[in-house]
């Protein structure tokens, strides 16, 4: 019996709410393998558009020291 004899077979078995949730699923699964990656012209859109939202960030002081950010051992968990 092949795996997807198998499916089948299990899948006739059940509530066809049950079914329904396999079906969504199944495309849920088919989507997220076959969905293309990003083109070449977006990722270099994205690193374009990062570096200028970052843009001068390195020049600006830091709204925090160390000591607002360092975790008290006196806080409850």
Do not use: C
């Not at 076959?34 to 390195?58: C, N, T, V």
């Not at 925090?64 to 008290?72: M, P, V």
């Amino acid at each position: 019996m092949t795996t997807a004899e198998a499916i089948a077979e299990n899948v006739r078995s059940m509530p066809e709410d049950a079914q329904r949730e396999i079906l969504d699923f199944i495309e849920f699964l088919r989507e997220r393998r076959f969905r293309p990656g990003p083109s070449e012209e977006s990722s270099a859109w994205r690193a374009f558009s990062l570096d200028r939202a970052m843009r001068g960030m390195e020049e600006e002081p830091a709204p925090y020291t160390t000591a607002d950010i360092r975790e008290k051992a006196s806080l409850p968990r």
